[in-house]
């Protein structure tokens, strides 16, 4: 029975709220039974690997599948409560690996790309809608949030354990790959001289999101090959990030299923 004062779950501490942690170990956490029990389908379907769970003594029961884990470490109650990035938390998790990916490993289909993307509740989001749109990979460039983060892991509501992640740290180079693997760079801006996206053809893309607050820069726009805008009914500058990268990814799944 784990302490708090075992170095497994000093490591698993570090794990939860250290980038640099997860990134040397290339693993992170997931927490609860929902996820955990995502996880464990997941590497049923060879798209991650388990390396350790851990579960509180008072849990009832572990998540089904959990025994062909073979790190399974039960800890003392209390203990994962105070571990854990949730701020209720359900007492059980996993330390997951998952594989590193590239362009050319991802197979045909969309890109969703992200630009200096921040808030870790929008990239958690987007990868759940691509997912949900059907896209090959998200690909994350220049200073964008971790995706590792446990918040971004919660908000992905299981995506990020299955859907590619790629990060792509030079924009020009990225661009550069993306349309290296036969994908038109398609840049959202806020224009309304911009092409309506409805008009342009999104079904193999590289749709390109930016900041929150600032969107994509000139640089960016100007490195695409086209720019597509949202037309606004209402006197509302802007839509949230996560919204219309939800409404451009479904309009791309529209596309293909009607092609």
């Known amino acids: 029975m784990l302490a708090a004062s075992n170095d497994r779950i000093k490591r698993l501490r570090k794990l939860i709220k250290q980038r640099q942690a997860r990134s040397s170990e290339r693993a992170f956490v997931v927490e609860g039974p929902v996820l955990v029990s995502e996880a464990l389908a997941a590497q049923e379907a060879g798209l991650i690997e388990i390396l350790e769970l851990y579960v509180d003594e008072e849990m009832l029961s572990i998540p089904d599948g959990a025994q062909v884990v073979d790190e399974l470490h039960w800890v003392r109650a209390g203990v994962l409560a105070g571990v854990l990035a949730t701020v209720s938390p359900q007492p059980v998790c996993a330390v997951v690996r998952v594989p590193e990916h590239s362009l050319d490993t991802i197979g045909d289909g969309p890109?969703?790309?992200?630009?200096?993307?921040?808030?870790?509740?929008?990239?958690?989001?987007?990868?759940?809608?691509?997912?949900?749109?059907?896209?090959?990979?998200?690909?994350?460039?220049?200073?964008?949030?971790?995706?590792?983060?446990?918040?971004?892991?919660?908000?992905?509501?299981?995506?990020?354990?299955?859907?590619?992640?790629?990060?792509?740290?030079?924009?020009?180079?990225?661009?550069?790959?993306?349309?290296?693997?036969?994908?038109?760079?398609?840049?959202?801006?806020?224009?309304?001289?911009?092409?309506?996206?409805?008009?342009?053809?999104?079904?193999?893309?590289?749709?390109?999101?930016?900041?929150?607050?600032?969107?994509?820069?000139?640089?960016?726009v100007a490195a695409a090959d086209r720019p597509i805008t949202i037309p606004l009914a209402g006197p509302t500058e802007s839509l949230n990030v996560a919204a219309a990268g939800a409404i451009l990814c479904f309009e791309s799944l529209r596309q293909r299923r009607r092609a």
């Open 111 to 220: 890109v969703l790309t992200v630009i200096d993307l921040s808030d870790p509740g929008n990239a958690g989001t987007l990868l759940r809608t691509a997912e949900a749109a059907g896209f090959a990979a998200v690909a994350m460039i220049g200073n964008s949030v971790d995706t590792t983060n446990p918040k971004v892991v919660r908000a992905s509501a299981g995506a990020r354990l299955r859907l590619p992640v790629i990060e792509l740290p030079e924009m020009h180079q990225a661009f550069a790959s993306l349309r290296g693997s036969g994908r038109e760079v398609v840049a959202t801006v806020v224009d309304p001289e911009a092409p309506d996206y409805a008009d342009v053809d999104l079904t193999n893309i590289a749709l390109v999101l930016g900041n929150e607050a600032a969107g994509l820069d000139a640089a960016a």
